[in-house]
């Protein structure tokens, strides 16, 4: 054979060999590019999602607002109208258990942070809650540090049985 025609020969084996590997290795790069693709998409549909949820909560947030302040109107309503048409009793009573008698923002009136205890109670956040006496009397508790732990090792109780000890059918072998 010629130079030529071993030259054509190794080209065309270049090529069909080239074709292969591109065959081979072209499915992997499109699987790639879908998973960079599905990826993103995943992204956006949680960045969609958490938008949706921002926006629930801060309608709620303001519907939750609105029905309170609705609630507040009612029972100013209610509270006026028991003024105007329940006797002097009525109304002394009305008053005690109306929520004007709660401090109003516009009156700047200082609100005490509530208490974890009745205020005649000493409760959890008193400064001596929990805090023992010492214990008078002919019993007192042990205390660790004066009576430190000896040094010596104890050594688990023995047992008795030994390997020699077989014991079958409850009689010893000879």
């Not at 030259?7 to 065309?12: D, S, T």
């Not at 949680?46 to 949706?52: A, E, I, Q, V, W």
């Not at 519907?63 to 100013?76: F, G, I, K, P, W």
Request: aromatic content about 6%; overall charge negative; charged content about 30%.
């Amino acid at each position: 054979m010629d130079m030529l025609t071993t030259g054509v020969l190794c080209f065309a084996a270049g090529v069909v060999v080239g074709a292969g590997l591109l065959f081979w290795l072209l499915p992997a790069r499109r699987q790639a590019g879908q998973l960079i693709r599905d990826r993103d998409e995943a992204r956006q549909a949680l960045n969609h999602y958490r938008d949706k949820v921002d926006d629930h909560f801060l309608q709620t947030a303001d519907l939750v607002n609105d029905m309170t302040q609705a609630y507040r109107s009612v029972h100013e309503h209610l509270s006026k109208g028991a003024q105007v048409l329940c006797s002097e009793v009525g109304r002394k009573r009305a008053v005690a258990k109306s929520l004007d008698s709660a401090p109003d923002k516009e009156k700047n009136e200082p609100m005490a942070p509530p208490l974890d205890y009745a205020p005649s109670a000493k409760g959890t956040l008193s400064e001596d809650f929990g805090l023992q006496q010492k214990p008078t009397g002919p019993f007192a508790p042990v205390d660790v540090a004066d009576n430190p732990i000896p040094d010596t090792v104890v050594e688990p109780p023995r047992d008795y049985a030994s390997e020699d000890d077989d014991i079958t059918d409850g009689k010893k072998p000879d």
